[in-house]
Structure formats: C-alpha cells, structure tokens
C-alpha cells in the first residue's frame, strides 16, 4: 500500500521521534496529524522539523477519554477518517523499584499503555482492513536491565495492547521495540554512554513506513537495536 494521499495520526509527533516520523510521511505525500501537549513543545518542534509547516498539529491530553473522543470527532469532520496511527506518546524515565512510588509507576503506565489505548479506542472507527497502527513499545520491555522499572512495565504493556489490539481490529497492528534513539534528548540525558551502540532515529523510521504500508505484517513486536549509519573513514 502506498503512503501517498493517505491520512495519518502521529500521537506525541513533537517528541524525540516525532519529527523524524512525520516528516518521512509528508516526503511520502502523506497527510499528517499530529498531537502534542504542550504549547512549548509546539513551539520547539520547528527547529527539529523540515515539513513542520505541513502537519496539523493539535494540543490534546491523550490520558483523558473525553478530550480525544472529541479530537477524534473533529478529525472525522475535517478528513473523513484516518487510515493510520502511528503511536509515539510516551516518554523514557529512570527508577529503581526503591525508586518509584504509586503514583509514579500509575503516571508512567498512563502516558505509555493508557494514551496508546485510547487513541486506538477513539479511531477504531475509523479504521478498517487496510488501516495500520504502529505503536511503540521497548527492547527493555523484552529485556529489562534494571533502573527503569516502571518504563519497562509501561512499555511492556503497549507490547501486549498491540498484540490484542491486532486480534480485535480490522486493522493491521504492531509494535516496534528500539533500543536507546539516538536523538539529542537522549544524549543531553546520558552524556557518558557509547552512542555507537545506540539505534540512529531514521533506521526506525524506516521500519515504522514499512509496517505501516507492508499489508503482510501484523501482529508482530519489531525490535529495532543498531542501525548507526556508516562512516566514512
């Protein structure tokens, strides 16, 4: 299936990997929507864009069902439907078991599992066979190195919602699980770590415009570990 004309909702598009996703999808000539819940993010985006001009950028709280009930109507009013969903919303967070209190683990969980679940919940409608949804989960929800607990539990749950979401669906679901993105946040918050072992952003987009266009892959967790490009020497 081509991407081109096709109708896109990117959930958290300001993020890391925000920009890389839907300014592959505009180069593809794809109509893209994103969500973003700060005016400062709105803002920053910009810097980090190409195609930034060219996506509908909405402020919505994914974790509140009314809101994106609405947003989902207003959607529905100016496009007709969506044909994808590309998951994004979340957000990496350190803490130890000692660490994380209630609150914390139940904040975590919401912004990962809880926004993926709604937004598939509200654009269900939308959606039919020839939909995809990419949502994005995390090689440590596969393997859990200790220290970010309760982002492995959040993200090891947007890995199970993926695979339920696809058995109850008409449309295909999957999930990518990268390791360490290589994108300025990451190095800002990790000065001292060996950025080579580290996934380069465009490798995973790549992977995310094959899952959303491939009609013969659903139901499957991608990992998506290395991938720096090469360099010359």
């Known amino acids: ?23 592959a999808l505009v180069n593809q000539g794809a109509t893209a929507i994103g969500t973003y819940v700060t005016e400062t993010e709105r803002t920053d ?3 980090h864009s190409d195609q930034s001009g060219a996506v509908s950028y909405h402020q919505v709280d994914l974790t509140d069902q009314p809101a994106i009930e609405a947003f989902a109507e207003t959607v529905h009013e100016q496009y007709g439907s969506v044909d994808h969903i590309v998951g994004l919303a979340g957000g ?9 209190d209630g609150g914390t683990f139940e904040a975590t969980l919401s912004r ?30 596969l393997d859990p ?3 970010t607990l309760a982002y492995d539990v959040g993200k090891g749950a947007v890995r199970t919602l993926a695979e339920s979401l696809d058995v109850e669906l008409d449309a295909r679901v999957n999930a990518v699980a990268p390791f360490l993105i290589d994108v300025p946040g990451n190095r800002e918050a990790m000065p001292d770590a060996d950025f080579s072992e580290w996934t380069a952003p465009e490798a995973i987009t790549d992977v995310v415009l094959h899952l959303l266009a491939n009609e013969g892959v659903t139901g499957q967790i991608i990992r998506t570990t290395g991938g720096q490009p090469e360099k010359e020497v």
């Open 92 to 100: 990496f967070s350190m803490g130890t078991v000692s660490d994380t």
């Open 45 to 47: 985006v910009e810097e």
């Open 145 to 147: 190195v200790g220290g």
């Open 1 to 23: 299936m081509e991407l081109q004309n096709a109708t896109v909702l990117v959930t958290g598009a300001t993020g890391n990997m925000g920009p890389y996703v839907t300014d």
């Open 112 to 141: 990962h599992a809880t926004t993926a679940f709604l937004t598939a919940k509200a654009f269900a409608d939308q959606l039919d066979e020839q939909s995809s949804i990419v949502l994005f989960s995390s090689d440590r929800a």
